[in-house]
């Protein structure tokens, strides 16, 4: 099995404890609603537009936000496919896995979903390279990384997953085990294209199954791309003879400091007036009442047939999770009868 070789600093603590009160601090804040899904879809365009643009893709952020609202865009194929290829990985999180482990095949499909008709061979979508690929300078052809050899692809990637799901991993902080996971799966390089994506999108997922980012406040790529030449660089930085990966790890760390604490002030600044208002404290939103939630948001109202289409249940169901938002007065009833719709409750 694959072990990571690394050590703790003064300074990669100091920031795992920033991160830890933070985190703390905007999960437990008092966020109404419609506050939670802003939060929650800006974090998601904001990864899908830094991680694509990081290997190149040349849409805007505004771009981006368009796609994600199902508007037109005016710009090359590949670079709106990866787009909404992220887009559709970020947004289907809880259902890229089956249970709290990663498997082979959870690997292969979320490839195939970032990289759906954008290479030039749709075969190598999910699937691992049968050639050999090098790391280079697209202008200089200079070679900066010579990743392992085809055949070896198979049983690293198997090693890295089965370290993954380890309970030597679970007892790492799980912002120590995304970066350690991150920077394994570039240097094992398993597919002909995309690696950069995929492994941004694991370490997300990551997170996201250690309940880190439950609620998908964080985009951990802009750090990154603010800063791409410092991101290849540190990768790149790794001794491949004894692959101590402490110097990574510290700019993984505080690049997930930078983002948790932009985050937390603007979870402060949207906090303040509920403070003001109410004791009550964070409302609790199911996965079903976010996507409820998203959908008003969008489009200023929802229906019970709409809850019905969108969520796959049935019309009991559905009146279910309308009164539970109800009572909770997430939302309130507008109009009657078959004009009866439910909008964001004011105040």
């Given at each position: 099995m694959f072990k990571p070789n690394f050590h703790y600093t003064d300074r990669i603590v100091n920031n795992l404890t920033q991160i830890a009160v933070a985190r703390e601090l905007?999960?437990?804040?008092?966020?109404?609603?419609?506050?939670?899904?802003?939060?929650?879809?800006?974090?998601?365009?904001?990864?899908?537009?830094?991680?694509?643009?990081?290997?190149?893709?040349?849409l805007s952020l505004?771009?981006?936000?368009?796609?994600?609202?199902?508007?037109?865009?005016?710009?090359?194929?590949?670079?709106?496919?990866?787009?909404?290829n992220y887009?559709?990985?970020?947004?289907?999180?809880?259902?890229?896995?089956?249970?709290?482990?990663?498997?082979?095949?959870?690997?292969l499909k979320i490839h195939k979903l970032l990289t759906k008709e954008t290479l030039e061979n749709p075969s190598d979508c999910g699937a691992y390279r049968n050639r050999y690929v090098v790391v280079g300078n697209r202008l200089t052809g200079e070679?900066?990384?010579?990743?392992?050899?085809?055949e070896d692809v198979p049983s690293l990637t198997r090693s890295l997953i089965e370290w993954i799901n380890s309970s030597e991993a679970k007892a790492l902080d799980a912002v120590i085990e995304a970066g350690i996971a991150h920077y394994e799966f570039v240097r094992i390089h398993p597919f002909v294209d995309g690696n950069g994506r995929t492994a941004r999108a694991i370490a997300t997922l990551i997170l996201y199954l250690r309940g880190f980012?439950?609620?998908?406040?964080f985009c951990l790529d802009d750090y990154y791309d603010s800063d791409r030449p410092a991101y290849y660089k540190t990768l790149q930085?790794?001794?491949?003879?004894?692959?101590?990966?402490?110097?990574?790890?510290?700019?993984?760390?505080?690049?997930?400091?930078?983002n948790i604490l932009a985050v937390k002030e603007k979870v402060i600044r949207l906090s303040s007036e509920r403070l003001r208002r109410t004791k009550r404290g964070q409302i609790a939103?199911?996965?079903?009442?976010?996507?409820?939630?998203?959908?008003?948001?969008?489009?200023?109202?929802?229906?019970?047939?709409?809850?019905?289409?969108?969520?796959?249940?049935?019309?009991?169901?559905?009146?279910k999770e309308i009164l539970k938002l109800v009572e909770s007065e997430v939302i309130e009833p507008v109009g009657k009868g078959r004009s009866l719709v439910y909008r964001l409750k004011v105040g």
């Open positions: 905007i999960l437990n804040s008092p966020l109404v609603p419609k506050w939670e899904v802003s939060l929650r879809r800006d974090a998601i365009i904001r990864s899908a537009h830094s991680s694509t643009a990081i290997e190149g893709n040349r505004e771009q981006v936000s368009d796609l994600a609202h199902g508007r037109e865009v005016m710009a090359a194929r590949k670079d709106k496919q990866e787009v909404l887009l559709k990985v970020l947004e289907d999180i809880d259902r890229l896995t089956d249970g709290e482990k990663i498997a082979e095949n959870d690997i070679v900066i990384f010579r990743p392992p050899p085809n980012d439950a609620k998908q406040f930085g790794v001794d491949q003879k004894n692959l101590d990966l402490t110097n990574w790890l510290d700019y993984f760390v505080e690049g997930v400091k930078v939103l199911t996965e079903r009442q976010m996507k409820i939630i998203e959908f008003i948001n969008q489009n200023g109202q929802i229906t019970n047939r709409d809850i019905r289409r969108m969520l796959k249940i049935s019309a009991q169901a559905a009146h």
